[in-house]
Nanobody, 125 residues
Framework: QVQVVESGGGLVQAGGSLRLSCTSS????????MAWFRQAPGQEREGVAH????????AYQDSVKGRFTISRDDAENTMTLEMNNLKPEDTAKYYC??????????????????WGQGTQVTVSS
């Protein structure tokens, strides 16, 4: 079973920062477009940020623009999500996802074939 692993979640106060990381021992990240999704209890999974296979294109959900930054380091086989100025509404389980290019709909879950188990982010007010 392909394993994709997220780390870096936790509890933080509003206005604080967290850095999420994603890695895999089985998949070469430079073969894939990548994204972060999140899902809060009772809500649908939503796309947060995307980075293209080449790393030249990024896309963000409107609510996180200017606060979150997605990046990839294919040499280290890692992807990160820097989250600043966190808000209580950012509370969710965050998932790393990999998709075979081309990915047309950057923040749609069906574009991605491989998923991690998620890491919890909780922002207190």
């Amino acid at each position: 079973q392909v394993q994709v692993v997220e780390s870096g979640g936790g509890l933080v106060q509003a206005g604080g920062s967290l850095r999420l990381s994603c890695t895999s021992s089985a998949l070469k990240f430079d073969d894939y477009a990548m994204a972060w999704f999140r899902q809060a209890p009772g809500q649908e999974r939503e796309g947060v940020a995307h980075v293209s296979w080449s790393g030249t294109v990024t896309a963000y959900q409107d609510s996180v623009k200017g606060r979150f930054t997605i990046s990839r380091d294919d040499a280290e086989n890692t992807m990160t999500l820097e989250m600043n100025n966190l808000k209580p509404e950012d509370t969710a389980k965050y998932y790393c996802a990999l998709g075979r290019p081309p990915v047309a709909n950057y923040l749609e879950p069906h574009e991605y074939q491989y998923w991690g188990q998620g890491t919890q982010v909780t922002v207190s007010s």
